[in-house]
C-alpha cells in the first residue's frame, strides 16, 4: 500500500518512509498492521534521535503517518474498534482523540490564525517536568500530559478566548496566584506554576480533581488522564506525541499548519 513500511532498518534494508498525504488503509486489517508497523519503525527512529535537537526527518514522517490514523480511527469509531482489537495499545489515543474532539466542538471555532513556534527541545522540557516533580511531588507525565493537551508542548502560542496564555493556559488571575512570579510564556515558569497550581489541589494524590480544577471538563480529564498514563507506561510515547504536528480547527474542520508537505 502507498506509505506502507517495507522493511526494517535492522537487518540493512531500507525503510519506506510515508509520505505527509500517504493514503490510509480503509479496512481494519491492513490499517491495524500499517499502525503497528508505524509504530515500531517510530520507536526505533526515536531510539537512534538526538533529543536536544528538533526531530529528524524519519521519525517527523512516520509521527504525521501515525498521528493521521489515530485521527482517522477518532472519526470512524466502528473501524476503530476493529483496529483497537488488533493493536490495543491505540486505544487510549483514539479515546483521547474523541474526548479532546468533543471538547472542541462544545465551543465555537477560531476567528484568529494559528501563531505557532518552536517548543522547547524534548530533553529540555522532560528536565523541567522532572524539576516539578521534585519540587511539588505532581508526576512528570501528568504535567507533560497537560502540556501536551494545551499547546502541543509550547507550538501553539495562541490566547484563548477565556484569555489563558502560555504553554499551559493559564488564566490571568490563576497565573498572579500560582505563578510563583515568572513568565506566563516561559516553558520552564510555565511548567512550575502549572505543577504548584495542581499542588495546590491535591494533584499529588488525587490527579482527576485537580485536572478538573485545571479545566472543569470531564472530557478533558479523561484525555489528558489517558495520554499521561501511556507515557507512563510506555517509554517513547512522550517523544511521539512531541513529535506530532499542529492541526488547527476552522469553521470548515481541521487543517494541518506545522510539519512537511
Not at 135 to 156: D, H, I, M, T
Not at 179 to 196: K, S, W, Y
Not at 255 to 261: A, L, M, S, W
Request: hydrophobic share 45%; net charge positive.
Amino acid at each position: 500500500m502507498p506509505g506502507a513500511l517495507t522493511c526494517l532498518l535492522g537487518l540493512g534494508l531500507v525503510l519506506t518512509l510515508p509520505a505527509p498525504n500517504a493514503a490510509i488503509p480503509t479496512s481494519a486489517p491492513p490499517l491495524a498492521t500499517a499502525l503497528t508497523q508505524t509504530e515500531r519503525s517510530l520507536n526505533e527512529a526515536i531510539d537512534r534521535w538526538d533529543k536536544s535537537s528538533a526531530p529528524p526527518h524519519d521519525v517527523t514522517l512516520l509521527a504525521l503517518y501515525e498521528q493521521r490514523i489515530i485521527q482517522v480511527l477518532g472519526e470512524r469509531p466502528t473501524l476503530a474498534r476493529a483496529v483497537v482489537k488488533r493493536a490495543p495499545a491505540a486505544a487510549d489515543d483514539v479515546a483521547a482523540r474523541v474526548d479532546l474532539k468533543q471538547l472542541v466542538a462544545s465551543g465555537p471555532a477560531p476567528r484568529v490564525s494559528p501563531k505557532i513556534g518552536r517548543a522547547a527541545p524534548a530533553l529540555r522540557l522532560l528536565a523541567w517536568y522532572r524539576e516539578a516533580q521534585r519540587r511539588f511531588r505532581v508526576r512528570w507525565q501528568l504535567l507533560a500530559a497537560v502540556n501536551f493537551v494545551e499547546s502541543a508542548f509550547g507550538k501553539v502560542r495562541n490566547t484563548s478566548t477565556a484569555g489563558a496564555q502560555g504553554p499551559m493556559q493559564f488564566e490571568p488571575a490563576t497565573w498572579r496566584a500560582y505563578g510563583l512570579g515568572g513568565n506566563v510564556h516561559d516553558p520552564h515558569d510555565a511548567i512550575l506554576g502549572a505543577a504548584n497550581y495542581l499542588a495546590a489541589n491535591h494533584g499529588a494524590t488525587r490527579e482527576r480533581d485537580a485536572l478538573y480544577h485545571y479545566n472543569p471538563s470531564r472530557l478533558y480529564v479523561d484525555a489528558v488522564m489517558r495520554y499521561a498514563n501511556r507515557i507512563a507506561n510506555d517509554a517513547h510515547a512522550f517523544f511521539r506525541y512531541y513529535s506530532w504536528q499542529v492541526y488547527f480547527r476552522t469553521a470548515t474542520g481541521y487543517r494541518r499548519v506545522t510539519g512537511p508537505r
